[in-house]
């Protein structure tokens, strides 16, 4: 089999099959993470630009070690080194950045379907890497390769997600990915982060943590998204610990050999407390190695997949 797509732009426009397909390639690029060189030939002369016009870690510092891995060049541009603060359009910057022809580009952006604009107007293959409140598919990737890898599959399982489920892309994308492999997804937040009509994603809604965790094999707490709320949509950082914070005594609830996900930054404390953040279960850093190999894994991939755009 050969993956069809351009772009990896969401959750959404993968099929089963291109998740197990993505996953499976991302299991193989694990050994290569664990060599003394941690590097092979297979992107040798192909350029990478990572866009990033939000902050990034985790994520922009995985992409790139994945690409390095793979022996591309990586160029990386931020909003504050980009002609947009000079009032160019994000049209514009892309399209002159297609004129040096980048194989691959890698955008974070705050607006909902930036990615999905950008991969229309350009022939170089996009890969979102966060698009304001829409998508996160290499997130949800990763994250279901660390459940599969765990677990030993993925169909069946109760996914209890915690958390700002509102603001949060990567919910949405894990939503998404989770059900279309089979599993059963439960959230749960306070009522004000709870969108209205998140259930039409595929998912049941728990009216608190003590349910939504009750026998569960994964359970993935979120950060509360304080950049991206309007307004304070809880009274106080100590009510929200006490009424959807992860203590061990909840974790309790959920089955005995069930795994704590978290994709980052953690406010310990918080959504989570330090002893189940640290403890046995927590397969929180696990979820930042395999981000590697699975981006290395989408480069991969991508690299070869039909090359299109809409000039229009």
Do not use: W
């Not at 193989?28 to 870690?57: A, C, D, H, W, Y």
């Not at 492999?181 to 608190?208: Q, S």
């Not at 189940?276 to 699975?294: F, H, K, M, P, W």
């Amino acid at each position: 089999m050969r993956f069809e797509h351009k772009d990896l732009l969401d959750i959404s426009s993968l099929s089963p099959q291109d998740i197990t397909m993505i996953l499976d390639t991302a299991e193989g690029m694990k050994e290569i993470n664990k060599r003394p060189v941690k590097k092979v030939p297979t992107l040798r002369g192909k350029t990478i630009v990572l866009f990033f016009q939000e902050p990034s870690t985790r994520t922009k510092l995985s992409f790139d070690i994945a690409a390095k891995r793979l022996s591309a060049d990586v160029i990386s541009i931020s909003t504050g080194s980009s002609s947009i603060v000079k009032g160019e359009t994000l049209i514009d910057t892309v399209k002159n950045l297609e004129s040096m022809s980048p194989d691959i580009i890698v955008m974070r952006h705050s607006s909902s379907g930036a990615a999905q604009l950008i991969a229309r107007k350009l022939a170089p293959s996009v890969v979102n890497a966060g698009d304001g409140l829409h998508a996160h598919p290499t997130q949800s990737l990763l994250d279901m390769m660390t459940v599969r890898e765990k677990k030993g599959k993925i169909e069946g399982l109760k996914i209890a997600i915690i958390g700002d489920i509102a603001h949060s892309r990567v919910a949405r994308s894990n939503i998404n990915g989770f059900t279309k492999m089979g599993a059963t997804v439960n959230v749960t937040a306070p009522g004000t982060m709870i969108p209205k009509g998140i259930e039409t994603l595929g998912c049941h809604v728990a009216p608190d943590i003590e349910s939504c965790v009750e026998d569960a094999d994964v359970v993935m707490m979120l950060r509360i998204q304080k950049e991206r709320q309007e307004n304070i949509l809880f009274p106080s950082e100590r009510e929200y610990a006490s009424l959807f914070g992860l203590t061990r005594e909840r974790l309790a609830r959920a089955r005995m050999d069930a795994i704590v996900m978290h994709p980052g930054p953690m406010n310990r404390g918080v959504e989570i407390a330090n002893i189940v953040a640290d403890g046995e279960r927590s397969v929180i850093l696990e979820q930042v190695t395999n981000g590697v190999a699975l981006r290395m894994a989408v480069f991969y991939l991508v690299a070869g997949g039909k090359k299109y755009a809409d000039k229009d």
